[in-house]
Structure formats: structure tokens, C-alpha cells
């Protein structure tokens, strides 16, 4: 059982940053690829990034490449979604989970635990 906690939401004007955490319970972290959805009011879940159980690789939707950064401290048991030139479009829950495949994947179907998400609202 592994037990996901997300913080580090917030409001923020556009052109802003914020620096999502994901902090897992557990010795067993490193054995999964971890991922980010979001979920903006009225739409369904999105993916947004993935990264690979050491971290070697990550992977992003198209519409946050160039702007979101994910990494992960397998010491800190944590994985950590960097945001920079944030748009109002950004706003939605934003949700970490962690899948038991080495690669991840885009669809939250992999995904076999979630935290309870953290609000990110981006202001114009």
C-alpha cells in the first residue's frame, strides 16, 4: 500500500510558478513510475507528466513542454512537478500517482494509487 500526499498548490498570477510536491509513504517508492494528471472544473482528467521509476526519463503532455519539469528524489521518497510560465489554462486539481510499471504511462488506468490533489488557480 503506498500512500501519496501532494502539496505546494496555490494561486498565481499568469507567468508565474509554482513547484507541486508529491511525497509517497512506503520503503518501495523507487519501484514505481510516478505521473501527473490534473483535472480542471467541468473537463475530465488529463495527463500531464510522467517519469520513470529512477528517473532517467519524463514525459509531458504537448501543451506543458517547455514549461513543466518533473523530478523525483527517490531518498525523499518524492516527486516533484516544477511549473514556470503558468497560464490560466494551468488552473485545475492537479493529482500525483504512482504506477506499478518501470515506464508509466499517460492513461490514469495504469496508475494503481493517487493522492487527494492540490488546487492550482492561475489568474490573467
Known amino acids: 500500500q503506498v500512500q501519496l500526499v501532494e502539496s505546494g498548490g496555490g494561486l498565481v498570477q499568469a507567468g508565474g510558478s509554482l513547484r507541486l510536491s508529491c511525497t509517497a509513504s512506503g520503503r518501495t517508492f523507487s519501484s514505481y513510475a510516478m505521473g501527473w494528471f490534473r483535472r480542471a472544473p467541468g473537463k475530465e482528467r488529463e495527463f500531464v507528466g510522467g517519469i520513470t521509476q529512477t528517473g532517467i526519463s519524463t514525459y509531458y503532455r504537448d501543451s506543458v513542454k517547455g514549461r513543466f519539469t518533473i523530478s523525483r528524489d527517490n531518498a525523499k521518497n518524492t516527486v516533484y512537478l516544477q511549473m514556470n510560465s503558468l497560464k490560466p489554462e494551468d488552473t485545475a486539481a492537479y493529482y500525483c500517482?504512482?504506477?506499478?510499471?518501470?515506464?508509466?504511462?499517460?492513461?490514469?488506468?495504469?496508475?494503481?494509487?493517487w493522492g487527494q490533489g492540490t488546487q492550482v488557480t492561475v489568474s490573467s
Open positions: 500517482g504512482a504506477s506499478r510499471t518501470p515506464w508509466g504511462s499517460n492513461k490514469a488506468s495504469e496508475y494503481d494509487y
